[in-house]
């Protein structure tokens, strides 16, 4: 019996809808992950993005455990000498809450061109309202 594997012809795509209001950053981020990457489907095929589109709501109001709120630094640089910027978590809270978010979904992706695609599936909303009611997204719960 030959081993299935996924075509992107045959890979259907569905919408999840995740509310992140009181969830910890760090399990949202993981089954959002989970499901952009498709590894809850039976056709599930590391190649191939057989993963679906998720709308992360409430990104703002998400928790973080013990003191990572002050002690969890955010790099980036600007790519000249001593450009290096750093933040805490709550000053990136308060100055881009989404960024949080898809911070810590974009870590838990594959480090490849297959990643990027699979990163560009995800939405992440600070408030409650999406623009993708369109998509009739099926809610997702998050433990």
Do not use: C
């Not at 569905?14 to 509310?19: A, G, P, V």
């Not at 911070?103 to 061109?113: F, N, Q, T």
Request: glycine content about 8%.
């Amino acid at each position: 019996m030959p081993t299935y594997v996924a075509t992107p012809a045959s890979v259907t795509s569905r919408w999840h809808l995740i509310d992140a209001e009181g969830k910890v950053l760090g399990r949202v981020a993981s089954h959002a992950a989970r499901l952009l990457q498709g590894k809850h489907k039976a056709t599930y095929t590391p190649f191939i993005d057989t993963g679906d589109h998720v709308v992360i709501i409430n990104a703002a109001s998400v928790k973080l455990t013990g003191r990572k709120e002050d002690q969890k630094l955010y790099r980036r640089h600007s790519g000249y000498s001593g450009g290096l910027r750093e933040e805490s978590a709550k000053v990136v809270r308060q100055r881009q809450p989404v960024r949080l978010m898809e911070e810590a979904v974009r870590g838990m992706l594959p480090k490849s061109k297959l990643g990027d695609a699979m990163f560009r599936k995800v939405k992440v909303y600070a408030g409650a309202t999406h623009p993708h009611q369109a998509q009739q997204p099926t809610q997702f719960e998050v433990a």
